[in-house]
């Protein structure tokens, strides 16, 4: 009945922090990767704070990425 079973195949092949990051300046992108790893922030307050600035991360994203759960891990 179990044959076969698979892990499922991750759909995304990157971290969107990452690749978010990519998009940006070198000074944007600096800001935003050193804020990812920056625990004084909480994940919800710095999705809020770059949605504000309309990049749009969850904060559910901003985790794994922090604890290197991603693509970058």
Request: proline fraction near 3%; charged fraction near 30%.
């Amino acid at each position: 009945m179990l044959e076969g079973m698979k892990p499922p195949v991750k759909e995304t092949a990157f971290c969107k922090v990452q690749f978010t990051a990519e998009q940006l300046s070198e000074a944007d992108r600096e800001i935003l990767l050193s804020a990812a790893d920056n625990t004084d922030w909480t994940g919800k307050a710095l999705s809020r704070a770059l949605k504000e600035r309309g990049i749009f991360i969850s904060d559910t994203t901003l985790l794994r990425h922090r604890q290197r759960h991603c693509q970058c891990g």
